[in-house]
């Protein structure tokens, strides 16, 4: 694709890219692992914290169970073909890829492994030409059906799948968008000291930057947020580089783009997984040391810390808050309002859910109230949270939100930030309340059955809606304080930096050395910018939650300790409600297997009557897409149309006349006669017959001889009668009466079957019809083989005889010799 130049011009300008950018970021890094470290120590010794939780949490949402796994067809770069493939989607949230679901049983490794991370699911090639900004047809040849689902990433392979039935397409598209969900996350809290220093060192990088605002880039693990970072930067250089070097249409120009970018990819995404670890490694060993000195000199250092604050919030306050009255509040009710409306319409959708999920379970129960009914229901509904179709109905109310007119102003590239977050917070308040009822249902349970369980269900939904309504409002009132200050401290940041980076310098001189590790201006500088927004944030909050429409709990209601035997309940092991109160498999046959295996998958799979068979398939072409243009027919499609044109018109045996002469003959015209349009239209077959298979004819319709040539018979039903009174007068009873006049039964019946036999001979007639007339230039794969079996059609038609009709039917007989072929009466 390039030239050997070109290539080592690209290798060297992504080395250099990727040293520079985790040099100047391991910088960062190391002096925000000791801010992180210090603030780490200072919670644990202070103690402060928000509201307690009022719903139990679940500690492994999903062990031991698998997300979904079905076959799809995937287009496949190497071959450039449609292979049918095994997917299957794990706890992890990452698409493995088999050959066919026997490899996936047999244990083998996956042919390979999709990290989610950073991608776009799309189900159109419109939205795909969109990202590519492409205008000369997709990478991707047309999809094998009309329900296609693209993985698009900005800096990685893409990949194209598709399904049978709207169904299916709607479930897969459900499972891929929560694998982003799930990937683009975000970095684990739980982890007080790393996850806070690597999210200020990528913030802080962007900024020196001048890259301030939301990131859509930043998910995935650290190595590929590195690698994002890094491409950020690399993927311009390199398309002025080696963009007007490539070569080809603009689709294949576009292919080969995505190839080369791919491997750029991985091999930055390998260079900073290394540094990142070695990074990490070397923080880590000298933690130890660092937090001995916290704990020593925690006195000192934050005293130290609030003499430096209070220097710099004189300076900086009397800006930020003229920032904010003139530039910041105006909008404030506006951004929070269309964060507001779509995020209280999830939850209140996550509410309806359960209620409706519960209200099923306890009619199905009071039905049917056997406790093998009450474990089936429970344990679908204990995985209720993590089910991407049932809970697509609350992403989509999230997916409404508009942040229309902020992006300009407020550096917003795209809401997709917040609308990711919302459904994540939905959906671990979904597993929450669903854990939390468990957990009520199988203590109040114990040896009630009948008519009793219904109203303990009720109960028990009843007491859990409450603590759901507190924890929702909680939830949300700190998720729209956590996006405000994502879109306002970033644009004051921007706005004030100009005028207060170069008095910071001089602060750093009031910092003793041994609490420089702990104590950085920059991060101080920022702290008072919050500070002075987060007044106006708070106020701007109460004020939406007075309300009722947005259905938030005041401040002044906190529900502390409300219920202290729940939380006792949280450190029980998780409830295996199939185990419990399902049957039991005293067999433990192969189908109990299948059925356990099926019941730790969260969603079912769809079983189609034509896909069945494609399940344990490997390989297979996809079937009726032979006529889909491949690269190779795109590209030649021009050159090929003139040479297929004078193939078919020079091996159509039907009587089109050839439209180019020989020189010296008579110009050939179109048919103009009766006869050779009805030629054309009906052609006749001709079948050659040998004499020595007259006693036991073929044909089985009732047709017989008629006419006296020397080669050839053609039999018509206006002549039988005539030919065989001509046959009984001349040569009386010959040796093959009995065939003949079995012939003359069949005519006769044969008259009276006619119509009904139309119907069987006009699907049979169109096989031979297509074959003889068809000039349009595209041979169809199914009557690819039709010419080499044209001399086996006697014999196939003896083994399994078909009517046709007689009109469309010349037979040809055999010579024997050459006395035979004067005496055609004597053939017979």
């Keep these: 694709l390039l030239t050997t130049a070109c290539l080592f011009a690209a290798l060297s300008r992504r080395q250099t890219r990727t040293r520079k950018v985790l040099a100047e970021f391991g910088t960062l890094y190391q002096q925000q692992y000791g801010l992180a470290l210090f603030n780490k120590v200072r919670f644990e010794i202070e103690g402060t914290g928000g509201p307690q939780s009022q719903l139990l949490h679940r500690k492994v949402p999903l062990e031991g169970r698998s997300i979904f796994s079905g076959a799809v067809y995937q287009y496949l770069e190497e ?76 800096y990685t392979r893409h990949y194209c799948f598709c399904v049978l039935t709207e169904k299916e397409h709607n479930k897969w598209m459900a499972v891929f968008q929560d694998c982003i969900r799930h990937a683009n996350n975000g ?74 970018l791919d491997a750029v990819y991985h091999q ?48 900086v306050q009397p800006k930020a808050e003229q920032l904010l009255k003139d530039s910041v509040e ?84 795209s809401p997709s930030v917040f609308i990711q977050r919302a459904q994540i917070l939905m959906r671990e308040q979904m597993d929450n309340t669903v854990y939390t009822f468990e957990h009520l249902l199988h203590q109040s349970l114990s040896d009630q059955e009948g008519d009793e369980v219904p109203k303990i269900i009720q109960r028990c939904l009843d007491r859990v809606m409450k603590k759901y309504d507190y924890d929702s409002s909680t939830v949300r009132k700190k998720f729209f304080k956590e996006a405000l200050l994502q879109i306002i401290i970033p644009y004051m940041l921007k706005q004030l930096n100009p005028s207060c980076a170069q008095e910071l310098p001089r602060f750093r001189e009031l910092i003793f050395e041994d609490f420089s590790r702990f104590i950085l201006v920059e991060n101080i500088f920022e702290e008072v910018v919050l500070q002075s927004a987060m007044k106006d944030i708070m106020l701007a909050v109460r004020e939406a939650a007075v309300q009722r429409k947005h259905n938030l709990y005041r401040d002044s209601m906190i529900l502390a300790q409300s219920d202290p035997n729940l939380h006792m309940l949280e450190e029980n092991p998780p409830i ?56 190779e027919e795109e590209s030649k499609e021009e050159d090929k149309a003139e040479e297929e044109e004078d193939d078919d018109q020079n091996s159509d045996p039907s009587p089109v006349p050839d439209p180019s002469p020989e ?22 077959l001709e079948v050659l017959v040998p004499v020595s298979e007259l006693n036991n004819p073929v044909l089985t319709n009732g047709l017989v001889l008629q006419g006296e040539e020397p080669k050839s018979r053609h039999i018509q039903d206006d002549y039988s009668k005539a030919l065989l009174n001509r046959l009984l007068q001349k040569e009386g009873e010959p040796p093959a009466w009995g065939s003949v006049r079995q ?26 019809a297509v074959h003889q007339q068809d000039d349009s230039g595209f041979q169809s794969p199914v009557s690819e083989g039709l010419e080499d079996e044209g001399q086996a059609i006697t014999a196939a038609r003896k083994v399994q005889p078909v009517a046709l009709d007689p009109e469309s039917v010349m037979v040809t007989f055999e010579s024997g010799d050459e006395e035979s072929e004067l005496d055609p009466i004597s053939n017979v």
């Excluded at 007080?192 to 220093?197: G, I, L």
């Excluded at 990074?279 to 609030?306: A, C, F, H, N, W």
């Excluded at 769809?606 to 297979?620: P, V």
Aim: a negative charge.
């Design 79 to 154: 071959n450039k073909k449609w292979r049918i493939r095994f997917l299957f989607i794990p706890d992890s949230y990452n698409i493995e890829c088999f050959e066919s679901k026997q490899a996936h049983d047999r244990g083998q490794q996956p042919k390979g492994v999709i990290s989610c991370a950073g991608y776009k699911v799309l189900t159109s090639m419109d939205e795909y030409l969109e990202l590519l900004n492409n205008t000369g047809g997709p990478p991707f040849p047309n999809s094998a059906t009309q329900f296609p689902l693209l993985l698009w990433h900005p």
């Design 187 to 260: 970095l684990p809290e739980d982890n007080k000291v790393q996850t806070p220093a690597f999210t200020d060192s990528v913030r802080l990088y962007r900024q020196h930057h001048e890259q301030y605002g939301t990131w859509d880039m930043m998910c995935g693990r650290p190595p590929q947020i590195l690698a994002n970072l890094v491409m950020e930067t690399l993927v311009p250089e390199l398309r002025n580089l080696i963009g007007p070097r490539l070569k080809g249409k603009l689709y294949q120009r576009q292919r080969n783009w995505m190839l080369i």
């Design 268 to 315: 930055v995404l390998c260079q900073t997984q290394a540094q990142y670890e070695a990074l990490v490694q070397v923080s880590y060993s000298g933690q130890p040391q660092l937090e001995s000195s916290i704990r020593t000199d925690m006195d000192q250092i934050i005293t130290s810390k609030e003499h430096v604050t209070s220097k710099i919030r004189a300076l």
């Design 330 to 413: 105006p909008d404030i009710t506006f951004i929070l309002e269309a964060l507001m409306e779509p995020t209280s319409r999830g939850f209140a959708e996550v509410r309806d859910l359960f209620f409706r999920e519960l209200t099923d379970m306890s009619n199905n129960i009071q039905n049917d109230g056997s406790r093998e009914k009450l474990g089936e229901h429970m344990e679908k509904v204990s995985m209720l949270a993590y089910h991407p179709v049932k809970m697509q109905s609350c992403y989509d109310k999230v997916e409404q939100m508009n942040l229309e007119g902020l992006q300009q102003k407020f550096d917003v590239s």
């Design 576 to 631: 295996d409600w199939a185990a419990s109160y399902g049957p039991q498999d005293e067999g433990g046959t192969g189908d109990s297997a299948e059925l356990w295996r099926r019941r730790r998958q969260v969603v079912s799979m769809i079983l189609l009557d034509d896909w069945r068979h494609l399940q344990n398939e490997s390989c297979m072409e996809v079937p009726g897409v032979d006529g889909i243009r491949e690269e």
């Design 663 to 684: 020189p010296g003959s008579s110009p050939t015209k179109s048919p103009d006669s009766v006869h050779e349009i009805r030629g054309l239209i009906n052609p006749m």
């Design 743 to 768: 012939a003359e039964s069949r005519l006769s019946a044969g008259s009276g079957q006619q119509e009904a036999e139309s119907e069987r001979f006009s699907g049979t007639a169109m096989q031979f």
